[in-house]
């Protein structure tokens, strides 16, 4: 690990073992919270989930966070509850009992986050350590049973919501139809994977009451014989970018890339390298982000809630105009209709071009993440480091989101005016989230 922000909590335990009764110093640093979130991530990118799927795990988890902190501090965050869709109660602490709540936000955060999408039990070293903290520390066993039994109750009611937003039944939900007509989405080199969740559009939103109220306009029509023709325009700005990339273009492609699943083929040989995807990508940013402002826990907690909220938001936004549309890949129309031998600088995703997940998704990010811990500020994103790319600088987080734009466009995956629609209608949708939810209260 070579994120700055993370401490592995081994050392915390191994460094700390000789005191006695500080456990608070070390469970209610914010620091932790995002090593638990950094957990989950390694998780998520190891059954390597699709990015939309992804940001299901982070959503659900960071709520069961949230909520542990907003029951334990009512006078200063407001719960979620009556807030999201369909989200009615949630388990609430005994009024008799002492309760450790960034303790059990932790907890909740573990609990949810493992059992959303795969079987209980992958963060069971984990959540085993933070109890062994617990107890090595001086947390009273009183306390550490109440805050357990807390933890447990609240990570049920929102695995109890979160069963009621479609998930199950878009699994069994028809493939995407493959139907190669002209300006057509159809899969591309190397894996000619079948399209990623293409009822996704089917999936409850969590802040956004009606996804419909997004509705972006339509894409260039389809046209490579026009030279004249916006489209046109379009896929030869991409090809010839592409094709004379220099070191920055390139190493912002590569930066943007989070690619979770890439296929790499040499000769006979096909192997998997995995990363982080779009959504795991700021969520490390958001840890970073909150270490650069010295956010205590409870804001951290809240900034990776909201933050988390907003993209998954996005995404269901973004994929039902993917599936509206359906449209083609620079790669396939530059193949068919110009230049046979021609590859985009980065693998391009199983799904329609129009309009950019990451790009949409970055924007919605920024804005909840500006709305929580500023509208300036400079940080460094090493969360690329592990995977032996160098760390970009950035004057804000939507200044970041600007970035994406271009660094989708050089990878060659994405035509530069869906790059733009999608920052523009990202940061709608981040907005009218920042100001629907109310969290951190005055």
Request: proline residues 6%.
């Amino acid at each position: 690990m070579k994120t700055k922000y993370i401490i592995p909590i081994l050392v915390i335990i191994f460094f700390t073992s000789c005191k006695k009764n500080d456990y608070k110093k070390i469970l209610h640093d914010p620091l932790l919270y995002s090593r638990t979130v950094y957990e989950l991530n390694g998780v998520v990118m190891g059954n390597n989930f699709s990015p939309v799927v992804a940001s299901r795990n982070y959503a659900y988890a960071s709520i069961a966070g949230y909520e542990a902190i907003a029951a334990g501090y009512p006078k200063q965050y407001q719960s979620l509850v009556g807030q999201l869709n369909g989200l009615l109660k949630v388990a609430k602490p005994y009024k008799s009992e002492s309760i450790d709540f960034e303790y059990a936000s932790l907890l909740a955060f573990c609990k949810v986050g493992e059992a959303v999408t795969f079987p209980e039990g992958s963060l069971k070293l984990y959540t085993d350590s933070l109890h062994q903290i617990a107890v090595t520390h001086g947390m009273p066993a009183e306390i550490i049973d109440s805050t357990e039994n807390y933890a447990k109750e609240l990570a049920k009611s929102i695995m109890a919501w979160s069963k009621k937003d479609n998930y199950l039944k878009t699994r069994s939900a028809p493939k995407f139809a493959i139907n190669d007509s002209v300006g057509r989405w159809i899969p591309t080199p190397p894996a000619y994977s079948e399209a990623v969740e293409p009822h996704w559009a089917e999936i409850r939103p969590m802040a956004i009451k009606n996804i419909n109220n997004f509705k972006v306009p339509p894409p260039p029509v389809f046209n490579v014989k026009d030279t004249a023709s916006k489209y046109y325009k379009d896929v030869i700005f991409s090809k010839n970018a592409i094709d004379h990339l220099n070191p920055e273009q390139t190493h912002m492609a590569d930066f943007w890339d989070d690619n979770p699943g890439k296929l790499n083929v040499s000769g006979h040989v096909m192997f998997i390298t995995k990363k982080f995807s779009p959504p795991g990508h700021w969520m490390s940013v958001v840890g970073i982000g909150a270490q650069q402002t010295k956010s205590d826990f409870n804001t951290t907690v809240c900034a990776y809630a909201k933050t988390s909220i907003a993209l998954f938001d996005a995404f269901i936004q973004c994929w039902t105009t993917k599936y509206t549309y359906k449209t083609v890949r620079p790669e396939t129309v530059i193949n068919k209709f110009f230049d046979p031998n021609w590859r985009p600088h980065l693998q391009t995703p199983p799904f329609p071009e129009y309009t950019c997940g990451h790009t949409t998704i970055s924007a919605a990010a920024a804005e909840a993440l500006t709305s929580v811990l500023g509208e300036n500020v400079a940080y460094t994103d090493t969360s690329e480091l592990e995977f032996g790319i160098k760390s970009r600088s950035f004057k804000s987080f939507r200044d970041a989101a600007k970035e994406n734009i271009w660094a989708r466009f050089y990878g060659g995956v994405h035509f530069h005016n869906s790059c733009v629609v999608s920052n523009q209608f990202g940061t709608i949708i981040g907005d009218s989230i920042v100001k629907k939810l109310i969290m951190k209260k005055n």
